[in-house]
């Protein structure tokens, strides 16, 4: 996991990235380094930077790599909006199969599968036992029960799935063609016990198939941020994107959301990845306190109704059940309409104690404190992580800052060692 900021305003917009990233791989498992480049300028003299969180890989392939190749090849290009640039590297990374070949695609569709099959793996291992008798042969007829109700329950779960903007590209019927043999192979090695039929075969395959056109972003996702200026954008601007791989030519990647600066909204900021700190300084609250208020809120005003009912049945027992449930009804609509008002209460309190005055004073901040401020909220959830029993550190190292205008274009505020090798 990593931790990242935008902050921008009239004048610029600064990003700010720590140098901790993961490695996920699926089977083979996930590291994280505290000595990665995420930040970069986009293309050489043009005032665009991208930054990179969560996955430093895509499909196997660095970013900082893909992100160098793409710099290359558009040596002197410019946009005129900063949407055409990220949208430009995007095609870029869609359209080179140099890069990122058949075999880069086949690792990613092989870890996915992996991700979707080994809960129902676990699911069969938890009831393996139960189809041995007492002195342990295997009740053929209990394993498949027991498969089939895995798998069954593996469809059902998929299906409530939400299906990814790139799903049209990748119908069912195209991924089978292209990876039943490679999935089987993965079939054959991770339920090799369990002596699967042809059909139950065929049904995990679709399943983990599946899973490759579900807007469900894993371990194996990266995030893309690129922000500055366009030719023709006099205010900095910003896009970001999840993006969960390439497969058969095709971009597992949401729609770029797109954030600008503009005179009616003159200052913004935006954090990325493990953000927790970040927020509990600029809202005021940390996020799970703020949730936790407003769940124990929440259910207890919902059972009120019921307690009141009970109370006043035992209290009064010669009032009417009519006219308990009626005085019930009414303390439940007094006390539903003050729990509302503490939760507007609240927010009032949280937007013009905190967040208001931030993007205040985030609009009128010269352009170097933009930068002071980018390199602060990353280094909040750094340092609470570093000093934290319970945090696992997974966010550290140097911060990269950088600082975009369209007079300077990108300028490095900050940048970590760039260690090379001395060969004699």
């Known amino acids: 996991m990593t931790a990242e900021a935008v902050v921008m305003n009239k004048s610029a917009v600064a990003m700010a990235a720590d140098s901790a990233v993961t490695i996920a791989s699926g089977r083979r498992g996930v590291k994280t380094y505290d000595t990665v480049n995420k930040l970069f300028e986009l293309i050489e003299g043009a005032p665009v930077g991208i930054m990179v969180y969560d996955n430093s890989e895509l499909c196997g392939m660095p970013w900082e790599t893909i992100i160098k190749c793409y710099r290359e090849s558009r040596s002197g290009k410019s946009f005129d ?45 938890k009831g393996f036992e139960a189809c041995f008798t007492k002195d342990a042969k295997l009740v053929k007829a209990k394993l498949k029960r027991l498969v089939d109700s895995a798998i069954e329950n593996a469809i059902e779960e998929a299906d409530r799935g939400e299906d990814g903007p790139w799903s049209n590209k990748l119908p ?15 079939l054959d090695e991770l339920f090799a016990k369990f002596d699967l039929n042809r059909l139950q075969k065929k ?42 791989g390439r497969v058969m030519g095709t971009l597992l990647s949401d729609p770029l959301q797109t954030r600008q600066v503009t005179l009616a909204e003159p200052g913004h900021l935006e954090t990325f990845a493990q953000d927790e700190m ?41 009032l009417s059940e009519e006219d308990v449930k009626t005085i019930s009804t009414l303390f439940h609509r007094a006390i ?33 404190e933009l930068g002071v401020l980018a390199e602060s909220l990353v280094n909040l959830t750094s340092l609470k992580q570093r000093v934290s029993i319970y945090d696992a550190q997974t966010v550290g190292g140097e911060i990269d800052v950088a600082l975009i205008s369209r007079g300077d274009g990108f300028v490095w505020l900050k940048r970590k060692k760039q260690y090379t090798a001395q060969i004699g």
């Open 172 to 186: 069912l019927a195209k991924l089978r063609a292209e990876y039943s043999d490679t999935v089987a192979i993965l």
């Open 336 to 368: 539903h309409g003050r729990y509302r008002d503490f939760l507007k209460r609240m927010q009032h309190e949280q937007e013009t104690q905190y967040i208001e005055p931030m993007w205040q004073s985030v609009a009128s901040l010269p352009k170097g």
């Open 278 to 318: 970040a927020w509990s300084f600029l809202s005021g609250i940390n996020g799970k306190v703020r949730r936790s208020i407003i769940d124990y809120w929440d259910k207890w005003v919902a059972e009120s109704s019921s307690e009141a009912e009970t109370s006043l049945g035992e209290a009064l027992p010669s």
């Open 81 to 125: 909006r900063l949407e055409d640039y990220a949208e430009d590297f995007l095609q870029f990374i869609i359209q080179d199969d140099s890069m990122i070949t058949t075999e880069n695609e086949e690792f990613l569709v092989l870890d996915a599968a992996y991700a979707a099959l080994v809960g129902v793996f676990d699911s069969i291992m």
């Open 203 to 244: 049904r995990l395959v679709d399943v983990a198939l599946n899973s490759l056109r579900k807007n469900e972003h894993g371990l194996a996702s990266s995030g893309l941020v690129v922000a500055g200026f366009g030719q023709s954008d006099y205010f900095p601007r910003m896009c970001h994107a999840e993006v969960g």
